[in-house]
């Protein structure tokens, strides 16, 4: 006999998060590269990005901020944390994509 254990709803939010991320990993999503700009220009690009995902109904934002020195990640993942047009962001797990691409679940219209 195996208990099945409750669900909490950010822990359903997480997994459904986290299905849909997996999804775009093995699927083509939305994608904008950062490649080249700095700080200011990505956090532009990324407004109109999320802008643009948003309006469109797109679940899922690749943006591609490269590894170099971790600066652009860190503006990125900033800009991110409390924007209220996304509902979940993290790194990329793939192993090429590993600190150089997070993911971003954009909310629902």
Do not use: C, W
């Not at 407004?47 to 643009?52: H, M, R, S, V």
């Not at 679940?59 to 503006?75: D, F, N, P, S, Y």
């Not at 924007?83 to 971003?104: K, Q």
């Amino acid at each position: 006999m195996s208990i099945e254990r409750p669900v909490f709803p950010e822990q359903q939010k997480l997994r459904d998060a986290e299905s849909i991320i997996f999804g775009a990993e093995l699927g083509n999503p939305m994608e904008f590269d950062l490649h080249g700009m700095d700080v200011l220009e990505a956090r532009h690009e990324i407004e109109q990005a999320l802008n643009q995902a948003f309006m469109a109904g797109e679940q899922v934002l690749k943006i591609v901020h490269g590894r170099g020195t971790g600066k652009l990640r860190e503006a990125v993942h900033a800009y991110l944390k409390g924007n209220p047009l996304v509902e979940y962001y993290r790194d990329a797990e793939a192993i090429h994509s590993v600190g150089g691409v997070t993911y971003v679940v954009v909310i629902k219209k």
